[in-house]
């Protein structure tokens, strides 16, 4: 692979990784949220004036850019999106109304879903009038019960068109079944407004998205998709023409939400959301397995949010398959993370009735900032503490591109926290950052423990412009005693996208019996099964043709869903083979659905009496990036002496304000060690080295901090 | 780009650009009363809009009274005399509340012509100075809490026409204004619209009055001076041009000197117009 551009915009900044030959070049710029073309531009020409080349330069001879982008999120909280026409079978057009049981819950937090009283189902997106239902049915097994009237179909669209419909979800029971009547009306839809016709409007089908049971979700996901479209491909033109216009000739490629990135043109709107995080969760995977890591937690602290994901054993082992976005469940294969509302720009504040100091999940994002910031922000933040603490350099924030305003910061914090408080503002800025840190490492702990893991045996790695500052501190908050920094740590979820594969999952839901209750012998008809792989793997060889990759660059794992017989829950699991030829197939892939059942619930729960079945299907596809071994570097002892660059009083809470040394991170060599409290500063992020920890230079040029004096960056398996 | 980031950048332009500070102008020549043309955010959008299109000018400024922006924040203004005369500063119990942006005219008006106007003429927000609104929006509890008001206003109001999109930021002093001596908070205030302008990615631009002499350093932190009578050295200045008079200086970017004389005679601009790109 030749010269590659990263990009991921944050909520607070938006951040470059790029690799040109052996050389990498990071940068840093505030996102723009009132035009995400303006800082996607900003960033290129902030890491061309790193490398020393001009922007034409630049982009004329690199290979790849991809793109992490959270427009697609924004439309959905901002409520941005296109006016859509729902089209559904007659009977259920209040099925996205009603939602599933609990829909009233999905995508508050815990503390708001306890609040009774005040709790309301989300608004929808589409109105009531706007949703259409049509004469037809297709039964469980996918036979037509009651054809498609074409005239119903035509009244139907004129009436969503007169209402103002701006786009159509077509999305009929069954249909992922038998698409036959979602194709039909399609074709209505479009001889009705044709493509040449200024009245076209566009039209998503529910089985196109997302071939998969469950009408609510594989409606919403048709849903969400259609209505975030619109804002993200008109972005993606303007930074298209943007990037072309400045000597960019290859295709732009979007990060997706499986672990995958692919050319804009191969993908769509819902693989888009929440890639960011996924992106860095992916390159914890590739770090772990370089250093041979069994157990990871990725750490993103941002300055809207702080996001986590779980690595064990060197890959991603957590996928959400009923993913909420923003209020709305979907489906599809989503890598797992958690985000929550704690990052450098959240604000501090004390509760007037309680008079207890909170932090977050309010953020004063990138405008106006923390009042350090100097954009007329008021509000303390966590940057606005770690500043007055001394632990941040004003002049030397962003690489000195942006000049922090200390006063600014003493001024927020004074009168918002330590006068309430009745304290010193040193001592309010140091609880606003032991809470933010106890916060985030509760939330570590919590879904560590929850996966069934001892959270003291992970290593963290610090990602985000704020994790080298504050890992150490949510670190001791989880009882984990080693975490590690990287050159690119500001830039990680950047970093992240571009060790990423191609990658694409091609998903089905069709019901097979394997076993039945309390019979012997298998049920399954290979030959049934073997066609649906076929015609997924089909799928999957046009479609990455389409993306410029010949059929044997593709790698395969087919998973799938599959549960017993008088249950419901369903266990994913990995088939050995993707084709089964005879009964020792079927063998093994019902030994394996048992074994992963045990591991999951426990040995004793396993019934395989009850009778098996599969329910879904997923064919992951994937052409593997060319990825360059990291360079190992020969350890020479010493203390650091030569990167010091001076001291500078810091307040440490109960140790009292102690001179810290400071150290240039560049100028840190593998093998130098040293004791904290220290401060390693870089352009990008300062990483803070508390009392009783201890910070090293591994054989990678890796920062590694460290509980004690003695550590072993190679721990991370079961105490 | 726009021709006003581009001529600040230097960038050599094809014609001349003419930026005038036009305020009640547009008014009298749309013939809509001064009271509804600051008042009336539709009506002041299409008036300014329409001023632009029939003298090819090449931006229009939104916001050139200060006392529009008083009177967003709770100030009484008279526009009966078809300039802003604050009656009363804002009350002490809307010194804490600050702009609504929804609420503010001068920031609806800078959104409709972004969407009118955009991408043909460049939309100036003026935001005044510190000074000279502090004196708008006086209150009863002292000078201080007068120019912090002012400083959140402005800043506030900076924000607002960067959301929405304007191409550049003018920060507009009367005399006495400019010629106040610059407090912690005044000069605080400005390097917040240095930073905001930067997040923007639109250039500030600062007035200097008639007589005022500035230079580059009391024109900083803006990148560039739009002055009443002599150009600013050391930093890219319009150079101030009068309808009805002749033209003597060649240059890239010229602008009124001054704010246009509502009663001035349209076809001496327009003629000043059609010299200006004649001597291009």
Request: one cysteine or more; charged letters at 20%; hydrophobic letters at 40%.
């Amino acid at each position: 692979m030749g010269n590659t551009i990263d990009i991921d915009v944050g909520g607070t900044f938006t951040d470059c990784f790029m690799r040109r030959g052996s050389q990498v070049v990071t940068a840093k710029v505030p996102t723009t949220h009132y035009d995400l073309s303006v800082c996607f531009r900003q960033a290129i020409e902030t890491g061309a004036e790193r490398s020393g080349v001009d922007v034409a330069d630049l982009l004329s001879d690199t290979e790849l850019i991809r793109y992490s982008t959270t427009i697609g999120i924004n439309s959905l909280i901002e409520r941005t999106g296109p006016a859509l026409g729902l089209i559904t079978t007659r009977g259920f057009e209040d099925t996205v109304f009603i939602g599933r049981s609990r829909q009233w819950a999905d995508g508050i937090p815990i503390e708001e879903t306890r609040d009774l009283s005040r709790i309301q189902k989300p608004v929808p997106l589409l109105d009531k009038s706007m949703v259409v239902g049509v004469r037809e049915r297709v039964d469980c097994f996918g036979n037509v019960l009651m054809p498609l009237d074409p005239d119903d179909v035509r009244e139907q669209v004129q009436a969503l068109v007169d209402r103002g419909a701006r786009g159509f979800v077509v999305s009929l029971l069954w249909s992922f079944l038998n698409p036959q009547h979602e194709l039909e009306i399609l074709d209505i839809i479009r001889s009705e407004y044709p493509d040449t016709y200024l009245g076209n409007v566009p039209v998503v089908c529910s089985h196109q998205i997302s071939p998969r049971g469950g009408e609510y979700t594989r409606t919403m996901t048709a849903v969400v998709d259609a209505y975030t479209h619109q804002q993200i491909s008109s972005q993606l033109w303007t930074i298209g023409e943007m990037v072309r216009d400045a000597g960019y000739t290859k295709p732009l490629a979007l990060v997706h939400n499986n672990g995958g990135s692919k050319k804009v043109a191969r993908t769509r709107a819902i693989d888009t959301h929440g890639a960011g995080p996924v992106a860095g969760v992916l390159g914890s995977a590739y770090l772990a397995r370089q250093y041979g890591l069994d157990r990871v937690v990725f750490t993103d602290v941002g300055g809207t949010s702080f996001d986590l994901g779980v690595v064990t054993d060197g890959s991603v082992s957590s996928y959400e398959f009923r993913p909420v976005l923003d209020r709305w469940r979907v489906q599809g294969s989503f890598v797992e993370t958690r985000s929550i509302g704690a990052g450098g720009g959240s604000i501090a504040s004390v509760d007037p009735s309680l008079g207890r100091l909170k932090v977050g999940p309010a953020s004063a994002g990138s405008m106006p900032g923390p009042a350090c910031y100097g954009l007329g922000g008021e509000r303390p933040t966590v940057t606005d503490a770690d500043l007055v603490l001394g632990l941040i350099d004003p002049d030397n924030y962003l690489g000195g591109r942006m000049q922090l305003d200390v006063e600014a910061a003493r001024d927020a914090i004074e009168a918002d926290v330590a006068e309430p408080l009745g304290i010193t503002v040193e001592e309010a800025a140091w609880q606003i950052r032991r809470l933010v840190d106890a916060t985030m490492g509760q939330e570590i702990f919590k879904e560590l423990a929850l996966k069934g893991h001892d959270p003291r045996t992970f290593t963290i790695f610090a990602a985000g412009g704020a994790g080298a500052t504050h890992a150490a501190g949510y670190a001791e908050a989880v009882g984990a005693t080693t975490v590690m920094t990287f050159p690119f740590s500001s830039v990680f979820c950047a970093f992240g996208a571009s060790t990423t594969d191609v990658l694409h999952i091609y998903e089905r839901s069709r019901h097979l019996t394997v076993t039945q209750f309390m019979q012997p012998g298998f049920a399954l008809e290979t030959e049934g099964f073997n066609a649906i792989v076929a015609q997924l793997l089909d799928e999957a060889r046009l479609d990455f043709e389409l993306e410029g990759y010949a059929a044997d660059r593709l790698h395969y794992a087919l998973e799938l869903d599959m549960r017993y017989k008088t249950q419901l829950n369903q266990t994913r699991v990995t088939v050995p083979k993707p084709f089964l030829d005879g009964d020792d197939d079927v063998r093994e892939l019902c030994d394996v659905f048992n074994e992963a059942y045990a591991r999951q619930y426990s040995p004793e729960a396993a019934f395989p009496q009850a009778g098996i079945d599969i329910e879904e299907f997923h064919l992951k596809v994937w052409v593997p990036a060319d990825h360059e071994p990291a360079a190992k570097h020969e350890l020479v002892p010493g203390d650091g002496t030569a990167a010091k660059t001076g001291e500078r009083p810091v307040f440490w809470g109960p140790a009292g304000t102690v001179a810290t040394s400071v150290f240039d991170r560049t100028r840190l060599v593998p093998g130098d060690a040293f004791a904290g409290p220290a401060i390693v500063e870089s352009d990008d992020t300062t990483t803070v080295v508390p009392i009783g920890w201890h910070y090293r230079i591994d054989e990678y040029g890796n920062g590694v901090i460290e509980r004690g004096l003695h550590g072993d960056a190679r721990k991370g398996t079961e105490r | 780009m726009s021709r006003i980031a581009s001529v600040v950048r230097s960038d050599a332009l094809p014609v001349p650009i003419f930026t005038p500070l036009v305020g009640g102008f547009a008014a009298t020549i749309t013939q809509t009363s001064p009271e509804t043309f600051w008042r009336s955010a539709p009506a002041q959008a299409a008036a300014l809009a329409e001023t632009a299109r029939l003298f090819g000018l090449d931006a229009i400024t939104v916001g050139l009274d200060p006392a529009a922006l008083a009177e967003s924040a709770g100030a009484e203004v008279d526009w009966s005399t078809g300039r802003g005369v604050v009656t009363s500063g804002v009350p002490a119990a809307d010194a804490e509340r600050g702009l609504d942006p929804g609420a503010t005219t001068v920031l609806d008006v800078a959104l409709r012509l972004g969407q009118t106007l955009g991408g043909v003429t460049d939309v100036i927000g003026v935001v005044p100075g510190v000074a000279t609104l502090a004196r708008l929006v006086a209150t009863e509890s002292g000078a201080d809490a007068a120019e912090r008001l002012a400083a959140r206003l402005v800043i506030e109001a900076a924000r607002g026409y960067g959301e929405a999109r304007v191409d550049a930021l003018l920060v507009l002093d009367d005399a006495e204004g400019f010629a106040a001596a610059e407090s912690a908070a005044v000069r605080r205030a400005e390097r917040v619209l240095a930073n905001t302008a930067r997040f923007f990615d639109i250039p500030l631009l600062r007035s200097v009055p008639a007589g005022a002499g500035a230079d580059a350093e009391r024109i900083a932190p803006a990148q560039a001076a739009l002055p009443a009578d002599e150009p600013v050295t050391g930093v890219p200045s319009a150079v101030p041009v009068t309808p009805g008079a002749p033209v003597s200086v060649p240059a890239a970017w010229y602008t009124s000197a001054g704010e246009l004389d509502p009663a001035l005679p349209p076809e001496l601009l327009h003629d000043l117009v059609g010299a200006l790109r004649t001597d291009a």
